[in-house]
T-cell receptor, first 116, second 115 residues
Framework: NAGVTQTPKFRILKIGQSMTLQCAQD?????MYWYRQDPGMGLKLIYY???????DKGEVPNGYNVSRSTTEDFPLRLELAAPSQTSVYFC???????????????FGEGSWLTVV | AQKITQTQPGMFVQEKEAVTLDCTYD???????LFWYKQPSSGEMIFLIY??????QNATEGRYSLNFQKARKSANLVISASQLGDSAMYFC????????????FGQGTTLQVKP
């Protein structure tokens, strides 16, 4: 089972460049999320989606955009990269938005992004 | 606002001993869920255990158990018989009642298991 797949795993960007982090899940999950993790810190929510065509901002959305045209894919776009966006990015998915028993939240392996 | 607090930045434990990682939370939701994740040095997030706010019994998963004290708003993780492979960062997280599935994470506790 592939689960949640993120690409690329590592990327170095120059200030002002743009890029897209890809996220795909093959579990037919409705809910998808993008988190960032700064060194030594917990994860913070950037954007989330409760279904195809529906997205909403999380705690730290500035500098990012997302789209959800299909159930499977949830790309994260970084526009005009800044050093403050140097972080590890995690994509996650779950079947629904409540509960935990049998509704595990699955995480991708992370994407390490450095902006120089 | 919802908040997760992990007050132990780093912990040491001797191999084969038990260790408790602290987590307190703040929420006004009546229905919520509490999660613990393990993040080894390789970086992936590994789900360990879940406790629902209405669950009457403390959750257990193998060597992991969650000491849930609702009145004190605490959800401590207990790892029994520590192994060297338990050395990692551990995160407590909460999902509220909003039906969006969003998780709020604590800052994490680094656990080192000594041989």
């Amino acid at each position: 089972n592939a689960g949640v797949t993120q690409t690329p795993k590592f990327r170095i960007l120059k200030i002002g460049q743009s890029m897209t982090l890809q996220c795909a899940q093959d579990m037919n999950h409705n809910y998808m999320y993008w988190y960032r993790q700064d060194p030594g810190m917990g994860l913070k929510l950037i954007y989330y989606s409760v279904g195809a065509g529906i997205t909403d901002k999380g705690e730290v959305p500035n500098g990012y955009n997302v789209s959800r045209s299909t159930t499977e894919d949830f790309p994260l776009r970084l526009e005009l990269a800044a050093p403050s966006q140097t972080s590890v990015y995690f994509c996650a998915s779950s079947y629904s938005g409540t509960g935990g028993h049998g509704n595990t939240i699955y995480f991708g392996e992370g994407s390490w992004l450095t902006v120089v | 606002a919802q908040k997760i607090t992990q007050t132990q930045p780093g912990m040491f434990v001797q191999e084969k001993e038990a260790v408790t990682l602290d987590c307190t939370y703040d929420t006004s939701d009546q229905s919520y869920g509490l999660f613990w994740y393990k993040q080894p040095s390789s970086g992936e997030m590994i789900f360990l255990i879940y406790q629902g706010s209405y669950d009457e019994q403390n959750a257990t998963e193998g060597r992991y158990s969650l000491n849930f004290q609702k009145a004190r708003k605490s959800a401590n993780l207990v790892i029994s018989a520590s192994q060297l492979g338990d050395s990692a960062m551990y995160f407590c997280a909460m999902r509220g009642a909003s039906n969006t599935g969003k998780l709020i994470f604590g800052q994490g506790t680094t656990l080192q298991v000594k041989p």
